[in-house]
T-cell receptor, first 113, second 114 residues
Framework: DTAVSQTPKYLVTQMGNDKSIKCEQNLGHDTMYWYKQDSKKFLKIMFSYNNKELIINETVPNRFSPKSPDKAHLNLHINSLELGDSAVYFC????????????FGPGTRLTVL | DAKTTQPNSMESNEEEPVHLPCNHSTISGTDYIHWYRQLPSQGPEYVIH?????VNNRMASLAIAEDRKSSTLILHRATLRDAAVYYC???????????????WGLGTSLAVNP
């Protein structure tokens, strides 16, 4: 079983569309994260949830809205997609916000045309 | 946020030790030093972390300078599977509020020759 899974793996869409990326972890972890990795391979945190509560919210356009229906899921909804949103998005989880080891999903490659 | 500096790339031969350096001269006294690696087309994978003392685990060893301004990740015997980008990251402790996030740099791309 995959510990942290994301769907879809690839997402190609037009500018202006709205899309969602889903993430699920079966590790029983309390904390989940969304990261964005740009074309230069620079990885930047976007959001973090602990027990469904938002604990980290970086300077991200409000077109990005995370939703955590339960501890095992953290979805990312993106409105009005722009060319600059093209990147690989990684979901991750950790046992708690103070635990050092984060487990990453395989990533979702988003291409905005 | 304190930042890290790593060489862009390094090369090693299979079954030889590899020393991956990292400078973090602006580290604060309570920042943890983390190492992750990212294999091609995969998500990052935790390798090791430490605060002041050297650390060992099944994957690698972490040597931390006495002044904590630099650290070195040591792979004792490189394998082809170790070819990846290695990230040295600092993390503030939980009581730093929102700043407990990981601050990622661009990492070192390690090539392993057979």
């Amino acid at each position: 079983d995959t510990a942290v899974s994301q769907t879809p793996k690839y997402l190609v869409t037009q500018m202006g569309n709205d899309k969602s990326i889903k993430c699920e972890q079966n590790l029983g972890h309390d904390t989940m994260y969304w990261y964005k990795q740009d074309s230069k391979k620079f990885l930047k945190i976007m959001f973090s949830y602990n027990n469904k509560e938002l604990i980290i919210n970086e300077t991200v356009p409000n077109r990005f809205s995370p939703k955590s229906p339960d501890k095992a899921h953290l979805n990312l909804h993106i409105n009005s997609l722009e060319l600059g949103d093209s990147a690989v998005y990684f979901c991750a989880s950790s046992q708690g916000p103070i635990y050092n080891e984060q487990f990453f999903g395989p990533g979702t490659r988003l291409t905005v045309l | 946020d304190a930042k890290t500096t790593q060489p862009n790339s390094m090369e090693s031969n299979e079954e030889e030790p590899v020393h991956l350096p990292c400078n973090h001269s602006t580290i604060s006294g309570t920042d943890y030093i983390h190492w992750y690696r990212q294999l091609p087309s995969q998500g990052p994978e935790y390798v090791i972390h430490g605060l002041t003392s050297n650390v060992n685990n099944r994957m690698a060893s972490l040597a931390i300078a006495e002044d904590r301004k630099s650290s070195t990740l040591i792979l004792h015997r490189a394998t082809l599977r170790d070819a990846a980008v290695y990230y040295c990251i600092l993390r503030a402790p939980l009581n730093a509020g929102n700043n407990r996030k990981l601050i990622w740099g661009l990492g070192t791309s390690l090539a392993v020759n057979p």
